[in-house]
């Protein structure tokens, strides 16, 4: 396993736990992006495969990423499906200094003896944050009898890293024509130098390396700072029960035999897909893409659209010329969407949700499942999106940390697959523009039958558990269990006899039909 890069930035990456991933090798669509943008692209790239217990922080520009799963499984995962993509592999944590995440100060001299708190308050202003700010210690100096100061402040601030940086933008500073005296200091009052020198921590007898034996040693604990004892997942060394050393044991065998099956998999994976690209290579293997709405949906679930669902796909679409009248019959469009190759079809996209409904009444096309797929998306974000669907598509063709995609490839016998829509994995337009749900994929003409086929056989399913989710959410049974009782015609009337029969008369009478009621009767 590397170390992650040594690049400036590196240290202000945090410790967290999980298994840690370098990106690099990125397009240079990619790295045309900002920051922001880039982060974002990467961080959807990583979320597909498992939860992130850090954030692709972008290093070295935008050459180079650092991120961290929660599990290592799914950082193999991620490693393993995007290759054709960019460079990933596994690496350590970054080493930091041995005094960060414990507080700091900065020693300040040479100011006018007359100072006092206030003013190097004053002289920290805009350079450190209040929030991180412990308090401002006067040091007694030579001038102190005369009422002034010439000893020194020594600023206490929560963390060592921030008091780096501190100590950084203080240094070379003047006042009154004479340079600061800056000192680091940690917590203990021992000096450390201000420039961002990354050292590695000093190993301990109790800690000589991050595993032993192949058992995780807790960096909590290293620090003081874990208070979980026995409880905790990674060992604290010679202060382990035997109870608990017993139990990291078995973790760490069972831990070392999923992982020899993960290797024969990932080993077996790889053969396959070499093969797969060896035959590509003499049939002189393409590029493929193919939309959602291509693909023949058989159970697909009849819902009623939502009042946000604006976009219909046609097939066949009116010719160039008659494009405009056709479609501006219905109302107005926002876009229009050929589809690169094949037939003339494609996506119309209205402004108005009643104009979509007229033209699907008319037959001139069907609400589109990519917009159907993308709203179960959308909605999520809370921003005013109505899903027609109750589950998310994407996640089950992905399947848990790509295990869906990986199944296609396997069952068409395509190079590989991708999943690229709007909000969906990156779009650098090298294969395709579309921002509909689409499969991009690398395979020889004869395969591409062979994945439509896998992919309708998914949608299958998908709808299939798409509809008895809508039957359970509506309280409906299975038609071989539909009770006639609760349908919505009459039941027949019951036989005569039927039942407990009619109630027992009234002891005291029936008042007659007219009239007043007899005396004493009720």
Request: proline share 8%; with cysteine; aromatic share 6%.
């Amino acid at each position: 396993m590397k170390d992650c890069p040594k690049k400036k930035g590196i240290a202000a990456l945090p410790l967290v736990k999980g298994q840690y991933v370098s990106l690099s090798d990125f397009s240079s669509e990619w790295e045309a992006k900002t920051t922001e943008e880039l982060t974002i692209q990467l961080t959807e790239e990583l979320e597909v495969f498992g939860t992130l217990s850090l954030a692709p922080v972008l290093i070295d520009g935008h050459r180079k990423a650092v991120g961290a799963f929660e599990e290592e499984d799914a950082a193999k995962a991620a490693i393993e499906t995007l290759e054709p993509v960019m460079t990933m592999e596994l690496c350590d944590p970054p080493v930091q200094n041995v005094a960060d995440g414990k507080p700091g100060a900065v020693l300040i001299k040479d100011f006018p003896s007359r100072w006092q708190a206030s003013d190097i308050g004053a002289l920290l202003h805009g350079t450190v944050k209040p929030s991180s700010l412990l308090g401002i210690e006067m040091v007694p100096g030579p001038g102190e009898d005369e009422g002034g100061n010439g000893g020194g402040a020594r600023v206490r601030m929560r963390d060592f890293a921030t008091a780096r940086e501190a100590a950084k933008e203080l240094q070379g500073q003047k006042v009154a024509g004479k340079p600061l005296h800056i000192t680091l200091e940690d917590d203990d009052g021992k000096s450390h130098d201000v420039e961002d020198n990354v050292e590695p921590e000093p190993k301990s007898k109790e800690f000589p390396d991050r595993k032993v034996d192949g058992i995780e040693m807790c960096q909590d604990y290293r620090m003081d700072r874990c208070t979980r004892g026995d409880r905790c997942k990674f060992s604290h060394g010679e202060d382990d029960s035997d109870e608990k050393k017993a139990r990291l044991e078995r973790e760490r065998k069972r831990r070392e035999e999923k992982d020899r099956d993960n290797h024969r998999e990932r080993r077996r994976r790889s053969r396959s897909r070499s093969r797969r690209r060896s035959r590509s290579r003499g049939k002189k293997a393409k590029i493929h893409i193919i939309h959602i709405d291509e693909l023949k949906m058989t159970n697909r679930p009849d819902v009623e659209p939502a009042p946000t669902d604006t976009e219909i796909f046609a097939d066949p679409l009116p010719d160039e010329d008659l494009m405009d009248t056709c479609v501006n019959a219905f109302g107005s469009t926002e876009e229009i969407y050929v589809l690169p190759s094949g037939p003339r079809r494609g996506y119309v996209k209205f402004m108005e949700h009643g104009a979509a409904s007229r033209a699907v009444q008319a037959g001139f096309g069907n609400w589109s499942e990519s917009e159907r797929v993308l709203s179960s998306q959308r909605s999520k974000k809370n921003d005013g999106t109505i899903a027609t669907y109750p589950d998310s598509i994407i996640a089950r063709l992905v399947g848990s940390r790509g295990d869906g995609i990986k199944k296609l490839q396997d069952e068409s016998g395509a190079v590989w697959i991708h999943l690229r829509g709007e909000d969906l994995g990156h779009s650098d337009y090298k294969f395709s523009n579309s921002q509909r749900v689409h499969f991009i994929a690398e395979a020889d003409d004869s395969v591409v039958p062979k994945l439509k086929e896998a992919l309708e056989r998914r949608m299958y399913d998908i709808h299939e558990n798409i509809i008895q989710t809508l039957k359970e959410k509506a309280g409906t049974r299975r038609p071989e269990f539909e009770d006639p009782w609760m349908a919505g015609h009459a039941p027949p009337h019951p036989p005569p006899g039927w039942g407990w029969g009619p109630p027992p008369p009234d002891p005291w009478g029936a008042p007659p039909r007219w009239g007043p009621p007899p005396p004493g009767w009720g």
